[in-house]
């Protein structure tokens, strides 16, 4: 194995960990009925929130693993129910993280930052599916890279939290630069990837060959 794929593997072993991990507590609320998560939204049922991080939980636990090569190839049916599971729950939990955004109590522009992840993550998702649809596979997985970087923002939400109070901050203006900081550096990251990565050309779609007719 190279250097590069030695680094590669780390990396994708250490995203999957944060992934699952951070998955999995997001679906241990959601199995205890949120009795260790006080829910407060003012504006807001916290059915939203509910939803949302039920959601957000699954493609969390889900998303780093439609990157695993050996899955695509010895198991493509697992690889497609688990995508159409990842992809349902990132439209669920965007739409449902979209709609509670706003009110956030920290305020509009933490607000803002959580509502405009909610706008990208959404439709990224979809042009993933659809592109998947159309068997343009090449864009089906930058499409899914764009969209694993921001189911990541939760993960990355959670790294820089304890920041906050190792570098004794205020709170909430600190919450305010994080509603926006784990998301945007992910895809930018995201898009250098794309960028760095050769990717193979989509053959041209070859002409239907003309019917036959019958001679008269």
């Not at 991990?21 to 049922?45: D, R």
């Not at 706008?119 to 159309?134: E, G, H, K």
């Not at 794309?194 to 007719?213: E, F, G, M, V, Y």
Request: a positive charge; one cysteine or more; charged letters at 10%.
């Amino acid at each position: 194995m190279t250097a590069a794929k030695l680094g590669t593997s780390v990396a994708w072993g250490l995203i999957a960990f944060l992934s699952v991990g951070v998955g999995g507590y997001a679906l241990f609320h959601v199995a205890t009925s949120f009795q260790f998560l006080p829910l407060e939204n003012p504006m807001f049922s916290p059915w939203g929130l509910r939803v949302h991080i039920a959601a957000s939980g699954i493609a969390m636990i889900l998303g780093a693993f439609q990157f695993l090569k050996a899955l695509r190839q010895k198991a493509p049916a697992v690889h497609r129910w688990m995508g159409r599971i990842y992809i349902a729950a990132c439209i669920v939990g965007g739409l449902a993280g979209g709609t509670i955004a706003l009110s956030s109590t920290a305020g509009p522009i933490a607000g803002w930052g959580f509502f405009l992840l909610a706008v990208l993550w959404v439709p990224f998702t979809l042009l993933a599916w659809t592109s998947a649809m159309r068997r343009d596979f090449v864009a089906h997985e930058r499409w899914m890279i764009r969209s694993f970087a921001l189911t990541f923002a939760a993960v990355t939400l959670r790294l820089q939290l304890p920041a906050v109070g190792i570098l004794d901050m205020d709170f909430l203006p600190a919450y305010r630069v994080i509603a926006w900081s784990a998301w945007v550096p992910n895809l930018i990251v995201a898009e250098l990837w794309i960028a760095s990565r050769r990717w193979p050309k989509r053959p041209p779609k070859q002409p239907k060959p003309a019917s036959a007719t019958a001679p008269a």
